[in-house]
């Protein structure tokens, strides 16, 4: 069986001479094609080891702490995906997460797809940070370059998402109306602030963006499920949306763009 002796944060020594200075890690493989016990092979629901004093491990390691592990005996072949595979379930048995995993290649017995020793790490999950504190004061900045005319609505949508960004609220709009060769509400130049939020965001990993369909009413449900589709593309869900329709008249629950925040 298979027994952890070290643990704590990986370092950047060679994760070889760690595990071999322990004298305390067994090699252990992958039954193949069987869900019996071999000699050096364990399967993945078989019991986790022992500690070096004959004890039976203790329960798992405080959030966030890593551990070293080893597979095989260096002359056995095996194939690459089992070892991978059993390295998750030893990780999964001790409530954590497979961090690191590396096969040793130098078996000229072995093929392209197999490994005669695998080096793996295992790490518990760690709290989740706590969200940054909002700013304490308001700040602002500029957008445009001074020569390109822009619309003025396009202009605070960009100033919107960079307050929302930064776990702040647009406080303040304006924009320059005398740009050269811009006319109506197009500007080279928009001015914005941000302040703290009235109601902070419920986590630092939400982000805003826009969903622009130019001149093209679309209803808003059509907005809400393309919003909520990029959200779930990096795993989170959609928070808060809003809707306009630029310079254009749409109908009633009709719009032309959607601003809206994705949060885990």
């Known amino acids: ?102 096969v040793d290649t130098l078996n000229p017995s072995c093929g392209g797809h197999e490994a005669s020793k695998a080096l793996f790490s295992c790490c518990a999950p760690g709290p989740l940070p706590p969200p940054p504190p909002p700013p304490e004061t308001c700040w602002g900045g500029e957008l445009g370059d001074g020569l390109t005319c822009v619309h003025g609505v396009e202009l605070k949508d960009q ?52 969903i622009d369909h130019g001149d093209v009413c679309q209803p808003v449900q059509t907005l809400d499920e393309e919003a909520t589709a990029l959200c779930a593309e990096t795993g989170q869900q959609l928070f808060h949306v809003g809707y306009g329709t630029g310079v254009l008249l749409c109908p009633e629950a009709w719009a032309t763009s959607a601003l809206f925040t994705c949060c885990p």
Request: proline share 8%; hydrophobic share 35%; net charge negative.
């Open 1 to 102: 069986m298979r027994s952890f002796c070290t643990m704590g944060l990986l370092l950047t020594l060679s994760i070889s001479s760690l595990l071999a200075g322990t004298g305390c890690i067994s090699p252990e493989l992958p039954a193949p094609d069987s869900d019996t016990v071999s000699a050096g092979v364990e399967s993945a629901d078989a019991d986790h080891g022992s500690s070096c004093d004959g004890d039976k491990l203790p329960p798992p390691p405080p959030s966030g702490a890593c551990w070293l592990g080893e597979m095989g005996d260096g002359f056995t072949c095996y194939d690459k995906t089992a070892l991978k595979d059993q390295a998750h379930a030893r990780c999964a048995g001790m409530n954590a997460a497979l961090a690191g995993f590396d």
């Open 159 to 210: 100033a919107y998402i960079t307050c929302r960004n930064q776990g702040a609220d647009l406080a303040m709009f304006d924009y320059e109306r005398d740009s050269p060769g811009c006319t109506g509400v197009t500007t080279a130049r928009a001015f914005y602030e941000c302040c703290p939020a009235a109601e902070p965001l419920p986590s630092p990993a939400c982000w805003t963006s826009k």
